[in-house]
């Protein structure tokens, strides 16, 4: 019986990551085939692993390709370390299982004793799956209530702090410097309604964006529509007032507005 080992390792698995390890769950699974070799089972060469997936998406690599070899009779039998490995949501496991199934394929977990070839091995397989997709929704949960709770206390929880922005003890504080920087191409983009224009100007200043690099029209809009420089949070201060944010987004509403009906009679001319 040729037999493929499927191995997944998402980002999150930080708490025991050295027993989750794509090598340490592809070992404990050849030794397993291994174990069964008076049966006839034999280790397929190809690796199936996906490391830095959840068991909630489906679009991994290696997992195509293992249903893809599936499908064309390439593989007799799935072993994986557990199942949640390769799914933590009950409806894509059923779809699976139910594509093994359709191939002649089994299915076999290192840790979790159960035949899918049984009835009572699917009711345990079921069980088990229930209980994965339960422990991934609380970790869903936990995450989102964790958010939530850092938000309210000011945390900042959105990647890299915006332009104008540093971060002191994980809250958003006014870059000085960075900060009259935005100013100006609020007061500049007011006056001139041009994306590049604007930032040939900033660069012409000598500033550059967070990384180094010289400051383009999509990096203009950009600053020019994060709502964030408005303070609207208690906890994110403020680096340009109310009416200077509506006049701009009046002047981006008309610079856009001309830009469409540009192309409009561009494209009736040609």
């Not at 690099?213 to 020019?224: E, T």
């Not at 609207?232 to 403020?238: D, G, V």
Request: net charge positive; charged share 30%; aromatic share 10%.
């Amino acid at each position: 019986m040729r037999c493929a080992i499927y191995t997944r390792k998402s980002t999150d698995d930080a708490r025991d990551s050295q027993l989750k390890s794509v090598d340490n769950q592809r070992d404990l699974c050849a030794k397993y085939i291994e174990s069964q070799a008076a049966e006839g089972w034999s280790l397929l060469s190809d690796r199936y692993d996906d490391e830095g997936f959840g068991g909630g998406n489906m679009k991994r690599p290696a997992l195509e390709r293992l249903m893809a070899d599936v499908r064309t009779g390439a593989v007799d039998a799935i072993v994986v370390y557990k199942i949640d490995r390769l799914s933590r949501s009950l409806r894509d496991f059923a779809n699976i299982i139910d594509a093994f199934d359709r191939a002649g394929v089994s299915f076999y977990s290192t840790t979790q004793q159960f035949s899918t070839t049984t009835s009572m091995g699917r009711l345990t397989l079921n069980i088990l799956l229930t209980f994965a997709q339960f422990e991934r929704e609380m970790i869903g949960e936990r995450t989102r209530d964790w958010v939530a709770g850092a938000k309210a206390r000011g945390i900042w929880t959105s990647g890299p702090p915006p332009y104008g922005y540093r971060l002191e003890n994980k809250r958003l504080a006014i870059h000085d410097e960075r900060a009259e920087v935005v100013r100006f191409i609020f007061r500049r983009f007011a006056r001139l309604g041009v994306f590049a224009d604007v930032a040939a100007e900033v660069n012409r200043q000598g500033h550059r964006n967070r990384r180094g690099a010289r400051f383009d029209g999509r990096l203009i809009k950009a600053v020019l529509t994060n709502r964030t420089y408005l303070g609207e949070s208690p906890h994110h201060p403020r680096i340009v007032t109310k009416a200077s944010w509506i006049k701009v987004q009046e002047a981006i509403a008309a610079h856009e507005a001309s830009w469409r009906s540009q192309a409009g009679a561009r494209s009736r001319r040609g």
